[in-house]
């Protein structure tokens, strides 16, 4: 029998029975007299001695059997599961991880499990595997239909082919001629491709849970090396993520947990002089609203001041003392994420909070997403992920500013008006217009881009984009609006992927090559 | 590819149902049986599962993990035994299972193979099963 090709299983299965081992080895530390737990522990590490035995791993078989025997005594009500029992017991599942993993050292290839998704189909116990490279070539190649099939769409344009996708209202007055099956076959292509390209999309989402099973182990172990108490909990973890968002979302989350546990929770002492349970609670919360899923790391713990992150910031010379007069509270909290900033003892007397924040900060703006932190002294804090389920496709604003054309993502446009309607004014001698009664801050595109723009002629006039960065209203001042079109983002590579503002690109129907702008990019 | 005389049929003709909770386990199996020729009519990946999938699919064999989730082996080859007095069910064991391997045989397994499962002991112990 080939062993070698059972390898990939092996090894994904066998990660799998090490997190529930380790979650079940967590929940008897809280309820040791569980039996059912006790025996589901059980259950997994003899799976997982069958599993090695068959693959001739001999040590991992070895030290399943004497974890077995070990845990038998308990099973048989010989001992209690103590303290140290659950250490143990801890201890020996790092082992076997560490024995597990060396089956692939020292040549461990690309395709391990965790850039896998296991699909789960209709029936409970079929499931597919699939390489997460083939799907991510499906992706690539539906986003090239798509790309195609625009083309074609204004290859007939500039022949001049009427072309009625869906039902317009005058569909059926056309009469129907040879070129109206053109029509109809484009559209009926079109409606297949957003179906294909929706469907492969979806089969690349993996619920957090992927990434989140082994947050408990780590952050219990965090928290007993800071000498601290704490309940960790999360909610919301079959909320489903593109699994190339999930990879990168694995660090930032687990850096948020580490800060809750280090600089939000008082040590028990500490709370308990505050009137607070002496045990601190963590929790990492995810939910979806419509094409965002908000992530959430929160505790109630020592909070955060808004006014020592100020004063901290304007010390090191990041912000003026007139901007920081005018900072919003929520704007303050963000100031955590200043290099520097981040380590000022602003929090409590032992530490300051976040460091690495300007880290978590770029790595969410990168995938598009941005933060927000929700703090009040002695009460809490909260900071929120708000990041797009999937990224490879977006709907896209077509602007031009003479002789380019660039594309905005449509999710960040809120409106867009005409220059000549709109009454703007300067105050601080920054450019403002008044939209929905609110003093909305005005750049110039063009400006922004360090591109001219002197040559618009004022027939065709300028248009205002009202766009939303962060939750707060930006203006952006552009030629002219074309369409909208759904593009395939193609992302930047080395060294454009480092410009700010620069989000993508896309080919547009004509074969033009386009930058897709990031608002938030232009508005740092 | 070894053909396996049965009845005056061959071991192809041979329907099998596999039972156990580990996915790698159950793929092993599956492609011992298949490079026999010998055809898997369903997979169950716990003890309730499998007597579901016996009562649906009325398998000629049965191979049965013992440790699962929900309902252990030993317990579904007794309701198995109860649904067809007739059926035929090899016992997946591994070293240390003795005494739950003879449970098993009492409760109406015929036979036990131990892992690491090697393909001639897998189909020198379906061959023995099915002319039995």
């Known amino acids: 029998m080939d062993i070698e090709k059972y390898k990939d299983l092996f090894l994904s299965e066998a990660r799998e029975y090490l997190r529930n081992m380790n979650s079940s080895i967590l929940s008897l530390e809280k309820e040791p007299e569980n039996r059912d737990i006790l025996d589901s522990l059980f259950r997994h590490v003899h799976s997982l001695k069958g599993m090695s035995a068959s693959m001739g791993y001999i040590e991992i078989q070895e030290l399943s059997h004497r974890l077995e025997s070990y845990m038998d005594s308990f099973r048989q009500g010989k001992k209690l599961l103590d303290e140290n029992a659950i250490e143990l017991l801890l201890r020996g599942v790092d082992s076997l991880s560490v024995l597990v993993e060396a089956v692939y050292s020292p040549l461990r290839k690309e395709t391990d499990s965790s850039a896998r998704t296991k699909i789960p189909s209709r029936g409970e116990t079929t499931t597919l595997r699939v390489r997460a490279s083939f799907l991510d070539e499906l992706v690539d190649s539906v986003g090239e239909l798509l790309v195609a099939q625009s083309r074609l769409e204004s290859m007939l344009r500039l022949l001049s082919l009427p072309l009625h996708f869906s039902s317009g209202p005058d569909h059926s007055v056309q009469p129907q001629r040879e070129e109206g099956s053109i029509e109809e076959a484009i559209d009926a292509v079109n409606r297949q491709i957003h179906l294909f390209h929706s469907k492969i999309l979806s089969l690349r989402l993996a619920p957090l849970s992927t990434i989140a099973d082994k947050y408990p182990r780590a952050i219990r172990d965090f928290v007993r090396q800071k000498g601290k108490q704490v309940d960790f909990l999360i909610e919301g973890g079959g909320v489903e993520l593109d699994r190339r968002i999930l990879e990168e979302l694995d660090v930032p989350i687990l850096h948020l947990l580490r800060n809750s546990v280090d600089h939000g929770i008082e040590p028990p002492e500490e709370r308990i002089a505050a009137k607070k349970d002496n045990r601190g609670k963590v929790v990492l919360r995810a939910r979806r609203e419509r094409e965002h899923v908000i992530i959430e790391v929160s505790d109630d713990g020592a909070g955060m001041d808004p006014e020592g992150l100020k004063a901290k910031a304007v010390s090191l010379g990041a912000l003026s003392h007139e901007k920081a007069s005018v900072l919003s509270r929520e704007d303050a909290l963000l100031l955590a994420c200043i290099p520097g900033v981040s380590t000022a003892r602003v929090v409590s007397e032992s530490s300051g909070r976040g460091v690495g924040m300007d880290v978590v900060k770029s790595k969410i703006e990168a995938l598009g997403g941005h933060l927000t932190i929700i703090s009040s002294p002695g009460q809490g804090t909260s900071v929120s992920m708000i990041i797009p389920v999937s990224v490879s496709i977006v709907p896209v604003l077509l602007v031009t500013i003479p002789s380019y054309v660039f594309g905005l993502p449509l999710s960040r446009v809120e409106i867009i008006l005409k220059e000549k309607e709109v009454e703007s004014y300067t105050r601080n001698g920054d450019r403002h217009i008044l939209y929905d009664g609110e003093m909305v801050p005005l750049k110039d595109l063009s400006v922004l881009l360090g591109l001219s723009a002197d040559n618009i002629s004022p027939q065709q006039g300028f248009h205002i984009v009202v766009c939303d960065v962060r939750g707060k209203r930006k203006a952006l001042r552009v030629g002219q609006h074309l369409s909208h079109l759904t593009a395939y983002l193609r992302p930047l590579k080395l060294p454009l992927n480092k410009i700010p503002g620069l989000f993508g690109t896309t080919l547009l129907g004509d074969g033009r090559l386009i930058f897709i702008l990031d608002p938030q990019g232009l508005f740092p | ?132």
């Open chain 2, 1 to 132: 590819m070894d053909i396996f005389r049965w009845r005056g049929g061959d071991l192809m003709a041979v329907k099998v149902l596999i039972v156990d909770d580990a996915l790698f386990m159950r793929t092993m199996m599956k492609d011992i049986l298949m490079s026999a020729g010998i055809e898997v009519v369903g997979e169950a990946s716990n003890g309730k599962e499998a007597v579901e999938k016996y009562r649906e699919l009325s398998p000629d064999l049965v191979t049965m993990d013992i440790l699962m989730p929900v309902k252990s082996g030993i317990d579904a080859v007794r309701d198995i035994m109860a649904l067809d007095r007739n059926a035929r069910i090899i016992i997946c064991s591994i070293m240390g299972q003795e005494s739950l391997v003879r449970e098993a045989i009492q409760a109406g397994a015929r036979e036990f193979i131990t892992k690491p499962f090697s393909k001639e002991k897998v189909l020198d112990v379906i061959h023995k099963v099915m002319n039995s």
